[in-house]
């Protein structure tokens, strides 16, 4: 693990001095050595530590830190289900009153929050992951190429389904998920034009609740696969657990997201995680704090896509080595240009 975060990062150099030559961001750290730990604010999206996808990919990144780098203070506070977004603006406040350096936001949500908060606190050091509108000459965004390891999964979908008849099921109608779901489309529709492609969100853009309800993403899934759906891509947190009961159910496949899920999932439904679209949370948040051990960190947007391996897809239950050829020739024509993925 450690070989490969430290490979990683030597990569991540040389986009961030690209970055800065280009003068989009890149403004260099100036806080002060401090002595002593660092201390760490984390601050998770609903569901937390224990999510077994988005909050566990950020955990997982500042595990490996404590381990691997200088000692660490770690404070991780949650949010909670519909809390109004004042309660997030108090939580990174509080951290930042208390003085901790640098402070981690794992989520869109937070962005109103560190516009509010990182200004008032231009030593402080704030990173938010998956969320590019909110800037400052103290704020890091740490993106992913979501739509392109999206896309992948689409034309993974097309190419295991027996119907010609897919879905995909969204927390909520964000345009992070949305991201997500244009991605796929494009991937499936790459494959098979003719295919048919279900689409559910949860809850609206605004009501994060859709994370962390299985229940209404099961029921969302069931009918999909009643339907006709074979195969249903989850993009959903917490809710995901619901998708994939109801693949149980169903006997049909579910695709996991952000964490390998075929590892995460409750033992009794694993076997129906075809696959999963892996965002490496982990290795951004673990390069993030490598930079602030190292007094190198630069603010702006670090994207993460399929050439620097900030996604990917797994292989966890063999369920898609017969065409893992046919993917890997895929991304290999993402990255270099020949297949054109478009955002949304």
Same mark, same amino acid.
């Given at each position: 693990?450690?070989? =490969? ?41 609903? %569901?937390?530590?224990?999510?077994? /996808?988005?909050?566990?990919?950020? $955990? ?19 949010? +909670? ?27 869109? /949500?937070? +962005? ?33 190429? /979501? ?19 897919? %879905? ?27 295919? =048919? ?8 853009? =605004?009501?994060?609740? #859709?994370?962390? =309800? ?6 969302? $899934? ?18 995901? $657990? ?11 496949? $579910? ?44 603010? #702006? ?15 966890? %239950? ?18 270099? #240009? ?5 955002? #949304?």
């Amino acid at each position: 693990m450690e070989v =490969r975060l430290r490979a990683f990062r030597a990569m991540m150099a040389v986009v961030l001095a690209v970055t800065v030559a280009a003068g989009c961001g890149g403004e260099v750290d100036t806080a002060s050595p401090r002595t002593g730990p660092l201390r760490v604010g984390l601050v998770y999206d609903i %569901g937390g530590r224990g999510d077994k /996808s988005y909050n566990d990919a950020a $955990a997982a990144g500042v595990d490996d830190a404590k381990r691997n780098l200088s000692d660490m203070r770690v404070r991780e506070v949650e949010a +909670a289900p519909g809390e109004p977004a004042a309660r997030k603006v108090e939580r990174v406040r509080a951290l930042a009153e208390a003085g901790y350096d640098p402070i981690i936001a794992v989520g869109y /949500s937070y +962005a109103p929050a560190l516009a509010r908060i990182a200004p008032k606190f231009p030593r402080t050091r704030f990173a938010i992951v998956d969320e590019p509108t909110v800037s400052g000459p103290n704020i890091t965004n740490l993106l992913f190429a /979501s739509e392109q390891g999206s896309f992948l999964m689409g034309a993974t979908a097309a190419m295991k389904s027996r119907t010609g008849d897919v %879905g995909f099921i969204g927390g909520n109608r964000s345009p992070l998920v949305r991201k997500f779901e244009v991605g796929y489309v494009q991937g499936v529709k790459h494959v098979n034009p003719r295919a =048919r492609i279900r689409i559910a969100y949860l809850t609206g853009s =605004r009501d994060l609740s #859709g994370f962390e =309800r299985p229940d209404k993403a099961r029921e969302a $899934a069931r009918r999909m696969y009643r339907a006709g759906a074979d195969v249903v891509y989850q993009v959903a947190g917490a809710s995901g $657990a619901g998708v994939f009961r109801a693949a149980k159910q169903a006997g049909a496949w $579910a695709i996991g997201v952000d964490y390998d899920q075929a590892k995460s999932a409750d033992p009794a439904v694993r076997d129906v995680v075809l696959t999963s679209m892996i965002k490496r949370i982990d290795v951004a948040v673990y390069d993030y704090l490598a930079d602030v051990v190292d007094h190198t960190v630069t603010s #702006g947007r670090i994207v993460y896509d399929l050439k620097l391996g900030g996604v990917d897809y797994t292989l966890t %239950g063999g369920h898609i080595t017969d065409i893992q050829p046919k993917l890997e020739q895929l991304k290999q024509e993402i990255i270099y #240009g020949r297949v054109k993925v478009s955002p #949304g």
